[in-house]
């Protein structure tokens, strides 16, 4: 075999094992793995829509993304979610924006007393509202989904039935939740929600001002014999991607997210408002738990002293240069078009 054969057989040899290089790792890669943090417990509803949304991405992109879901704070704590995500330790998070009021002021305007009926409700006003003013603190991230608690209601271990019996009680709630909690004259405790086992049985505090679901999802209904129907605000949620793992993403799944946003929001509202009715029937049949609905003179008392609330709000956003007032008259606008 003379040189220049030999030679060109090298040349035809390097150039395969070239396109070995590029090509087989492309292939042996595999899906695109994302990783979702939240921090509730895996049967609460914070973590159902989470696996719901990870099987609709993985089954509308054929397989291209594999979603590895981390429930009950095994990824990130409760209150440091949009700061992990910002920083890359997780490439999705679930927040409760409840729980940082002072940081999340446009989208907690939602946990102000504005007859919000239900979580299907306050899922698709929140979603809008995020849409119409884009507040800042989502700048750094993109944003996959949005939707709220149903209505809080007081769980306690001793019946609540009027302003007297809620006087100087410990209940465990945050954000907008604790100040209403306070304008009726109990002490609000904050605290994430799954501290709030512990403090029960420890007695710290003697129950908790939250949606319904809960006396399910956490047993509250095993400790808190008594519910007194209030009916008031809820708690906001949001799910937040990493921007450099979302640019990173091939269009076509870009628009898969895309395309689930307000499906998920509206997703979650409904299985939400289903899940209370369940948890509340389950409470009763299963635990004897006393539901108290408040007589039309006294709910009337207990609502008197949360209006000074949004006021109260309104000018603390103004003070921070936002269109605080545009922000109610919008939520009032988005409350009645969505419970038609």
């Given at each position: 075999?003379?040189?220049?054969?030999?030679?060109?057989?090298?040349?035809?040899?390097?150039g395969?094992?070239c396109i070995?290089?590029?090509t087989?790792?492309?292939?042996?890669?595999?899906?695109?793995?994302?990783?979702?943090?939240?921090?509730?417990?895996?049967?609460?509803?914070p973590?159902?829509?989470?696996?719901?949304?990870?099987?609709?991405?993985?089954?509308h992109?054929?397989?291209?993304?594999?979603?590895?879901?981390?429930?009950?704070s095994?990824?990130?704590?409760a209150?440091?979610?949009?700061?992990?995500?910002?920083?890359?330790?997780?490439?999705?998070?679930?927040?409760c924006?409840?729980?940082?009021?002072?940081?999340?002021?446009?989208?907690n305007a939602t946990?102000?007393?504005?007859?919000?009926?239900?979580?299907?409700?306050?899922?698709?006003?929140?979603?809008?509202?995020?849409?119409?003013?884009?507040?800042?603190?989502?700048?750094k991230?993109?944003?996959?989904?949005?939707?709220t608690t149903?209505?809080?209601?007081?769980m306690?271990k001793?019946?609540v039935?009027s302003l007297?019996?809620?006087?100087?009680?410990d209940?465990?709630?945050s954000?907008?939740?604790?100040?209403?909690?306070?304008a009726w004259?109990?002490?609000p405790?904050?605290?994430p929600?799954?501290q709030t086992?512990?403090?029960?049985?420890?007695?710290?505090?003697?129950?908790?001002?939250?949606?319904l679901?809960?006396?399910?999802?956490f047993?509250?209904?095993?400790m808190?014999?008594?519910?007194?129907?209030?009916?008031?605000?809820?708690y906001?949620?949001?799910?937040v991607?990493?921007?450099?793992?979302?640019?990173?993403?091939?269009?076509?799944?870009?628009?898969?997210?895309?395309?689930?946003?307000?499906?998920?929001?509206?997703?979650?509202?409904?299985?939400?408002?289903?899940?209370?009715?369940?948890?509340?029937?389950?409470s009763k049949?299963?635990?004897g738990v006393?539901f108290?609905?408040l007589?039309?003179?006294?709910?009337?008392q207990?609502?008197?002293k949360?209006e000074?609330?949004t006021?109260?709000?309104v000018?603390g956003a103004?003070?921070?240069?936002l269109p605080?007032?545009n922000?109610?008259?919008?939520?009032?606008?988005?409350?009645?078009?969505?419970?038609?």
């Open positions: 075999m003379n040189k220049k054969v030999i030679l060109s057989l090298a040349v035809i040899f390097m395969a094992a070995t290089a590029f087989v790792p492309a292939a042996l890669a595999g899906p695109i793995q994302l990783s979702y943090a939240n921090f509730p417990p895996a049967p609460t509803f973590c159902v829509q989470m696996e719901r949304w990870k099987k609709e991405v993985e089954k992109t054929n397989g291209k993304v594999k979603v590895n879901t981390y429930p009950g095994t990824l990130l704590g209150k440091n979610r949009m700061d992990g995500v910002i920083a890359g330790q997780a490439d999705i998070g679930n927040l924006m409840a729980y940082q009021p002072g940081r999340f002021v446009v989208t946990s102000l007393p504005l007859g919000i009926p239900n979580s299907r409700v306050g899922s698709l006003a929140l979603l809008n509202l995020y849409k119409k003013y884009k507040p800042a603190p989502f700048a991230v993109k944003a996959l989904a949005m939707f149903a209505p809080t209601n007081i306690s001793v019946p039935r007297d019996d809620i006087k100087g009680l209940l465990r709630a954000g907008g939740a604790a100040q209403i909690l306070g004259g109990a002490n405790v904050g605290m929600m799954p086992v512990e403090a029960l049985q420890k007695g710290t505090v003697k129950g908790l001002f939250s949606s679901e809960s006396m399910k999802d047993k509250f209904a095993e808190c014999k008594y519910v007194t129907m209030t009916e008031t605000v809820i906001p949620f949001a799910v991607m990493n921007m450099d793992s979302w640019n990173a993403l091939p269009a076509d799944v870009q628009k898969v997210m895309n395309d689930l946003v307000v499906e998920q929001s509206e997703w979650t509202g409904n299985y939400m408002d289903n899940h209370v009715n369940k948890a509340v029937a389950w049949s299963q635990q006393e108290i609905k007589s039309k003179k006294e709910k009337a207990w609502d008197a949360l000074f609330l006021d109260k709000w000018k103004q003070a921070k240069g605080a007032q922000i109610v008259d919008y939520m009032d606008m988005l409350i009645n078009k969505y419970s038609m």
